[in-house]
């Protein structure tokens, strides 16, 4: 089973609309990790958070972590075709590896 | 032009062939990981490598082989033992080991015909 599930698997939205991508853990998560992926290119960095309760925005982007930290959600404000992609969510392992969630592909209908 | 360079983009290979995918960096980082994406089952970590001259299997390490003579390099081999290699293939490096994103190279896919 994976270690950090995200929902959904992929969306559709039409362009200028809003959308929001989760992404849980059964365990406490010690940092949290959001990137980008446009398909067949490696990952981009989006946000990183660490507190329960943090909240952290980048343009159109915002990313939060739950009090318990153990859910964050990547939520995207009006929608553009530049937004599609994979997002994906990571975490430390403590002590060890980093992991990541199984994904969730964007489409942006213009 | 600092960053992560992966060679090739596109690697085909015939069966009970190895192959050696390139990953190189110069952003000084101590820790390198590859990692297999196949779709619908996000990235899962192959090998990585926190110092030169040492390295640790991670979930998938079957079939697959790592070195790390230099800080900068860390070639990961395909071998013929690995059952099902076609794949896109990310490498990773990080500054620190706790608490720092990971920054991704471009990727090298590799088909098996």
């Known amino acids: 089973s994976q270690e950090l599930e995200q929902s959904p698997q992929s969306l559709i939205v039409q362009e200028g609309k809003n959308l929001t991508i989760n992404c849980t853990s059964s365990k406490t998560l010690y940092g949290l990790y959001w990137y980008k992926q446009k398909y067949g290119e490696g990952l981009i960095f989006l946000m990183m958070?660490?507190?329960?309760?943090e909240e952290k925005s980048h343009e159109k982007i915002t990313a939060k972590l739950d009090e318990k930290k153990q859910q964050s959600s990547l939520h995207i404000t009006a929608s553009q075709p530049s937004h599609a992609g994979i997002y994906l969510c990571?975490?430390?392992?403590?002590?060890?590896?980093?992991?990541f969630g199984t994904g969730t592909s964007l489409t942006v209908i213009p | 032009d600092g960053g992560i360079t992966q060679s090739p983009k596109y690697l085909f290979r015939k069966e009970g062939q190895n192959v050696t995918l390139s990953c190189e960096q110069n952003?000084?980082?101590?820790?390198m990981y590859w990692y297999r994406q196949d779709p619908g089952q996000g990235l899962r970590l192959i090998y990585y490598?926190?110092?030169?001259?040492?390295?640790q299997k991670g979930d998938i390490a079957e079939g697959y082989s790592v070195s790390r003579e230099k800080k900068e390099s860390f070639p990961l081999t395909v071998t013929s033992a690995q059952k099902n290699p076609t794949a896109f293939y990310l490498c990773?490096?990080?500054?620190?080991?706790?608490?720092?994103?990971?920054?991704f190279g471009p990727g090298t896919r590799l088909t098996v015909l």
């Open positions: 990571g975490a430390d392992r403590r002590g060890n590896q980093f992991y």
């Open positions: 490598s926190q110092i030169v001259n040492d390295f």
């Open positions: 958070l660490q507190k329960g309760g």
């Open positions: 952003l000084n980082h101590d820790a």
């Open positions: 990773a490096t990080q500054d620190s080991y706790v608490a720092n994103e990971q920054f």
